[in-house]
């Protein structure tokens, strides 16, 4: 299994995790560990996994992006995609 670092937590985000933690009884590590797999439980589908889950998926946020008047063009996806990286 992994190992994760995570650095300059904030005191507040710290004691509300020690706290949560206590009341589920559950160590420090244990309770990070369900927080992280709950909120990523309805992100994007694996494409190794299930291929027509995951393009079902990128067909529903097409869709509902067009809906609010959203589109973008590749070079935007593209630009998007590469603005973190630089």
């Not at 309770?31 to 393009?55: K, V, Y």
Request: net charge negative; aromatic share 2%; hydrophobic share 40%.
């Amino acid at each position: 299994m992994a190992t994760i670092t995570l650095k300059n937590v904030p005191d507040d985000l710290h004691n509300k995790l020690k706290a949560q933690a206590e009341r589920n009884r559950r160590s420090l590590n244990q309770e990070a560990i369900e927080i992280l797999s709950d909120g990523l439980a309805d992100t994007i589908p694996s494409p190794a996994l299930d291929p027509e889950a995951f393009l079902a998926h990128v067909k529903k946020t097409h869709d509902s992006m067009e809906a609010r008047g959203i589109c973008l063009t590749n070079q935007e996806v593209l630009d998007a995609i590469n603005f973190g990286r630089e």
